[in-house]
């Protein structure tokens, strides 16, 4: 790599950085004028971060930037790792915990996987409970900007298919920036009607703005060990709405709000698949939740589409203890839990689409066996599905068996129970939060676990949010060969 790249490269992470030490300042100004504590440990975390993202920057000020496609990886992943090192400061200082659990929080909340390693969260300083819900509000939108405006550029697992979503083929392309100005205005709004929705079902206003920093990013951390359980039913609807939202694509909300015509949303492909789905999800659920007389009617129907949105979203918050229901309803819940939501939203998961593509293959090649010398038509949303985006989703789908795999392996052989190694592994690769096994992962706890098996749920964590193959280019031998390109 050439001096001049890795100056470019050196600046952007000095500039994502410098982001994260602005961004400290809001829970170190809110400790300070509440008098709570934290303003300490925050402005030492400002100091020792803010150091490094000035020598990152400096070398690169009036650097051109011109980055071949294995760079757009390597920055891709790396700011994700070095964002995490730094914001993890926080917790390392005021909680006194190990820097594996820090940075296993930190991880959890940009990536928006919502699991946690600390308990009695009601107890913890408040500047900490704001910073935990603003790491996965910035993790939400980080990602939502990564996902419409540059993995399709790189066709990474399908994602190609969506790339007419953040530019329409004519002289009206919107350049990356305004695609980025958009998505962050659209999340702004989310964000700001979810926190006043929350404020008219009387939460207070601390609890409100961190909920509605996670509900929209869909990422589960919350001020309560209880989670959602410890609001209003109201408030459970207010929540189920925006998580919603934030699963759905954001450039469709851009486009919705340009044509001023809401429709765009539900003639899509996608959405509307996603939400039959979901639909059909939840009466299932709360059909054997009530007829198992787990719950009475009105509980059984919350609690079923509550949990259905929480988990397909990968949002994870909870209502009620799931494992402690019948065989059947943990069942549905655990089939759902890889799936996710739509493409270009705050949603992790393998992503809704990929599993229409595979409905169509799978209806095409019955159609060929029955009828062999039929011509059958691959399309989606009005797209060809031609041989390029078959491999990737293919090369998608085992790349995410094969990393489930390895890293049920690795807790394994420290001695965590299977299913709980699996169920884990499975959710931090999909960013959900709550796995299944004990009560503690059960309730997204996962403090419990051995060191190796926390780094090992960090990069799942980061596999899953940027997209697996994203970083797993970063293992082949040829992605490092000088020249590469």
């Not at 994502?16 to 829970?27: E, Q, R």
């Not at 400096?58 to 051109?64: E, H, I, L, N």
Request: aromatic fraction near 12%.
């Amino acid at each position: 790599m050439d001096r001049i790249r890795l100056n470019s490269i050196l600046f952007i992470m000095g500039a994502s950085t410098s982001k994260v030490v602005t961004l400290m300042l809001i829970p170190f100004i809110y400790a300070l004028a509440t008098e709570t504590s934290g303003y300490i440990e925050f402005l030492s975390a400002i100091m020792l971060a803010g150091i490094p993202s000035i020598f990152f920057m400096r070398p690169g000020v009036k650097t051109s930037f011109e980055f071949q496609t294995r760079d757009i990886f390597l920055i891709t992943c790396i700011i994700w790792i070095v964002d995490s090192t730094f914001a993890a400061l926080p917790f390392y200082f005021l909680l006194e915990c190990s820097f594996t659990d820090a940075f296993f929080e930190t991880m959890s909340g940009l990536t928006t996987f919502g699991g946690t390693v600390f308990s009695n969260l009601d107890a913890l300083p408040p500047s900490i409970l704001l910073w935990r819900s603003m790491l996965q509000w910035i993790g939400g939108v980080g990602f939502v900007v990564i996902a419409v405006a540059l993995l399709p550029k790189l066709n990474v697992g399908g994602m190609k298919l969506f790339q007419s979503e953040a530019s329409e083929k004519n002289k009206d392309t919107p350049k990356a920036t305004t695609i980025a100005k958009n998505i962050i205005f659209i999340y702004v709004v989310l964000t700001v009607l979810c926190c006043g929705c929350f404020c008219l079902c009387d939460m207070n206003l601390f609890d409100a703005v961190c909920h509605a920093f996670t509900t929209t990013a869909t990422g589960g951390f919350s001020t309560h060990d209880s989670s959602m359980a410890f609001f209003s039913p109201n408030a459970q609807w207010v929540c189920i709405t925006f998580m919603l939202a934030g699963s759905f694509p954001f450039m469709l909300f851009a486009k919705s709000i340009k044509r001023h015509d809401p429709s765009i949303l539900l003639k899509n492909q996608q959405v509307w698949g996603y939400i039959k789905f979901i639909l059909i999800m939840s009466i299932v659920l709360a059909s054997v939740l009530y007829f198992s007389k787990a719950l009475n009617f009105e509980e059984s129907l919350r609690y079923s589409i509550f949990n259905v949105v929480s988990i397909i979203t990968t949002s994870g918050f909870s209502i009620g203890d799931w494992s402690s229901w019948s065989a059947l309803a943990t069942l549905i819940i655990l089939i759902i839990l890889p799936i996710g939501g739509c493409s270009g939203s705050t949603s992790g998961g393998i992503k809704f689409f990929r599993f229409q593509i595979i409905d169509i293959l799978f209806r095409k090649q019955c159609q060929e066996l029955l009828h062999p010398n039929a011509i059958v038509a691959q399309t989606y949303q009005g797209h060809r599905i031609d041989d390029a985006l078959i491999r990737s989703v293919v090369a998608f789908m085992l790349s995410y068996i094969f990393l489930l795999i390895a890293s049920s392996m690795v807790l394994a052989v420290e001695n965590v129970d299977v299913v709980v190694a699996i169920t884990s592994s499975l959710s931090a690769i999909s960013n959900v939060g709550p796995s299944y096994g004990s009560p503690e992962v059960v309730s997204g706890c996962y403090g419990q676990l051995p060191s190796l098996s926390k780094w090992m749920l960090c990069f799942d964590m980061l596999c899953g949010r940027v997209e697996i193959l994203t970083v797993m280019v970063l293992i082949v031998p040829m992605f490092w060969r000088i020249g590469a390109k």
